[in-house]
T-cell receptor
Framework: GAGVSQSPSNKVTEKGKDVELRCDPI?????LYWYRQSLGQGLEFLIY????????KSGLPSDRFSAERTGGSVSTLTIQRTQQEDSAVYLC?????????????FGPGTRLTVT | AQSVTQPDIHITVSEGASLELRCNYS??????LFWYVQSPGQGLQLLLK??????LVQGIKGFEAEFKRSQSSFNLRKPSVHWSDAAEYFC?????????????FGTGTRLQVFP
């Protein structure tokens, strides 16, 4: 596609349930990033993929959060046993980075509400 | 530690007036700097970036920014604001290591434009 797409656009879940958020990066982009935007914490980095590997997972807030990427393309962010503080907008970005710095292109985000 | 400060949480200007949004960074090495804009319910759109070279960089939508190393600043400017510029603006620094180029964001400045 022309840009980064994310699904679903909105997700409401009950506390304690697991959720999966999906990201489709720009075709050909080797790098993929997940960020979280919340009222309390602002915009914060979660995880970075290069191909199917995740060399930087430093932003994942707890072991309830995990992510994978398959075929060097689609990525899924999974949150287990959701808590109310997980409510946020989850943004995915992709770039053509192989090394150094790159321009990241963002998707529209998934708004997660935990009730 | 790397950080980005946007001192102004909210700015209001009249349409046609000039605009300057402030951004200060803390980063040990050569900074890679970005400005992104976020319209309500949308993802982040890259306005401009500074990697090296000319310290005055031009971006989309008539925006420009000037990198001043002595002041650790990267302020965003526009000579004449349009009503469609109303949005939230984020300054970011790229924290570049061999295994990542994650973005560290400021807390954002919300721009309101009056007719």
């Amino acid at each position: 596609g022309a840009g980064v797409s994310q699904s679903p656009s909105n997700k409401v879940t009950e506390k304690g349930k697991d959720v999966e958020l999906r990201c489709d990066p720009i075709s050909g982009h080797t790098a993929l990033y997940w960020y979280r935007q919340s009222l309390g914490q602002g915009l914060e980095f979660l995880i970075y993929f290069q191909g199917n590997s995740a060399p930087d997972k430093s932003g994942l807030p707890s072991d309830r959060f995990s992510a994978e990427r398959t075929g060097g393309s689609v990525s899924t962010l999974t949150i287990q046993r959701t808590q109310q503080e997980d409510s946020a907008v989850y943004l995915c970005a992709s770039s053509s980075r192989l090394a150094g710095v790159s321009e990241q292109y963002f998707g529209p985000g998934t708004r997660l509400t935990v009730t | 530690a790397q950080s980005v400060t946007q001192p102004d949480i909210h700015i209001t200007v009249s349409e046609g007036a000039s605009l300057e949004l402030r951004c200060n960074y803390s980063y040990g090495a050569t900074p890679y700097l970005f400005w992104y804009v976020q319209s309500p319910g949308q993802g982040l759109q890259l306005l401009l970036k500074y990697f090296s070279g000319d310290t005055l960089v031009q971006g989309i939508k008539g925006f420009e920014a000037e990198f001043k190393r002595s002041q650790s600043s990267f302020n965003l400017r526009k000579p004449s604001v349009h009503w469609s510029d109303a949005a939230e603006y984020f300054c970011a620094v790229g924290a570049v290591l061999h295994n990542t180029d994650k973005l560290i964001f400021g807390t954002g400045t919300r721009l309101q434009v009056f007719p």
